[in-house]
């Protein structure tokens, strides 16, 4: 089997930076995890806050904390640190050979699609909170089995609300099976045609941090080399 992953990132409009923070750690027990937080508003303050619960969220990972656990431990965290008066999106997906799943923590009112054969979608989408706002906030978790034809699709409410300032609504899901039945099927394609199609919406000036994260479970001969490769674009100034 092989694992791809692809990711799309892009930050608000005219703000200086995103709020939106994606960390990557390799699980003690084999495996690899993915963070993404949204920390709350848009900026550096929300800069701010992401990183720290992506920080603490990854330290937790690194010590061979499980999933949920790291989450309960990231929302108690930034509950202490600014006293339940911001909050952030936490998802954690986690590819982990130990047990051989997908493990999928999610702390955020957006879904996550899970594409399972090839092309049938299913919605990851209990009633879920954000972090740092109530003690003992709790993740809603998911295991689904390391099986090739396996997708799982991870955004923040930037992608869902784009096209929000006209008459448009962005149906996420509805664009994943455009795409599939469109032969966009690799990780890379969905990332990119999902975040081109919510900056088609906004005219590309994003009202909000958009990501996409995308984790593909494929049935491919490989050569036992672990490959990664990152694009970020620079200003001129």
């Known amino acids: 089997m092989l694992i791809e992953v692809a990711v799309g990132k892009v930050g608000k409009w005219a703000t200086s930076e995103s709020g939106d923070t994606l960390e990557m750690i390799e699980r003690p027990h084999g495996g690899i995890s993915f963070v993404l937080v949204d920390g709350q508003r848009s900026g550096r303050a929300a800069k701010a806050i992401s990183r720290i619960v992506a920080r603490k969220t990854i330290s937790e990972l690194g ?23 911001v909050s952030a999106t936490l998802d954690i997906l986690s590819v982990d050979l130990d047990t051989g799943t997908l493990v999928i923590s999610r702390n955020s009112h957006c879904p996550i699609i899970h594409v399972s054969s090839g092309s049938i979608l299913n919605l990851l989408d209990a009633p879920s909170e954000p972090i ?3 003690r003992g906030t709790k993740p809603q978790i998911t295991e689904l089995p390391l099986v090739p034809g396996t997708t799982v699709i991870v955004y923040t409410d930037g992608l869902e609300t784009a096209g929000s300032r006209s008459t448009l609504v ?6 994943v099976r455009e795409l599939l039945e469109g032969g966009c099927a690799s990780a890379r394609q969905l990332a990119d045609g999902l975040l081109g199609r919510a900056l088609e919406l906004d005219h590309d000036r994003p009202r909000d941090d958009m990501s996409v994260l995308v984790v593909q479970v494929n049935d491919r001969a490989n050569d036992g080399v672990r490959r990664m490769e990152l694009l970020l674009p620079l200003s001129s100034t």
Not at 65 to 83: E, I, Q
């Open 63 to 85: 010590e061979g904390v499980r999933d949920g656990a790291a989450a309960r431990a990231a929302n108690d965290y930034l509950f202490a640190y600014r006293g339940g008066k």
């Open 132 to 134: 740092g706002v109530h």
């Open 170 to 175: 962005f149906d996420v899901p509805a664009a």
